[in-house]
Nanobody
Framework: QVHLVESGGGLVQAGGSLRLSCAAS????????MGWYRQAPGKQRELVAA???????NYADSVKGRFTISRDNAKNTVYLQMNSLKPEDTAVYYC??????????????WGQGTQVTVSS
């Protein structure tokens, strides 16, 4: 069994910062890509940022220069540092990991989501 547990969401004023964390636990053999997605009310879930095990990153255009994704491979944890937050960043943020379990084939796992609300 594999679990992804997110933390760090909350309410912040526009221009402020938040740091999200997501820890993967369980019977994990290897993790390839870890990432963050978000879903605002009435909108589709969208990719925010992703990072490979080697450290290559990919960002949505809307967050480039403001958000930074990083990971600690030893802790199976991915982080999202969010600066200069805007009201349009308000959404539920989901952690995502493409990983292989010790007894299961590779697949994508999702966290439960954490709410980020940016007030104007």
């Amino acid at each position: 069994q594999v679990h992804l547990v997110e933390s760090g969401g909350g309410l912040v004023q526009a221009g402020g910062s938040l740091r999200l964390s997501c820890a993967a636990s369980g019977s994990i053999f290897s993790i390839n890509v870890m990432g963050w997605y978000r879903q605002a009310p009435g909108k589709q879930r969208e990719l925010v940022a992703a990072i490979t095990s080697g450290g290559s990153t990919n960002y949505a255009d809307s967050v480039k220069g403001r958000f930074t994704i990083s990971r600690d491979n030893a802790k199976n944890t991915v982080y999202l540092q969010m600066n200069s937050l805007k009201p349009e960043d308000t959404a539920v943020y989901y952690c995502n990991a493409e990983l292989r379990g010790t007894t299961t084939p590779g697949r994508v796992y999702w966290g439960q989501g954490t709410q980020v609300t940016v007030s104007s």
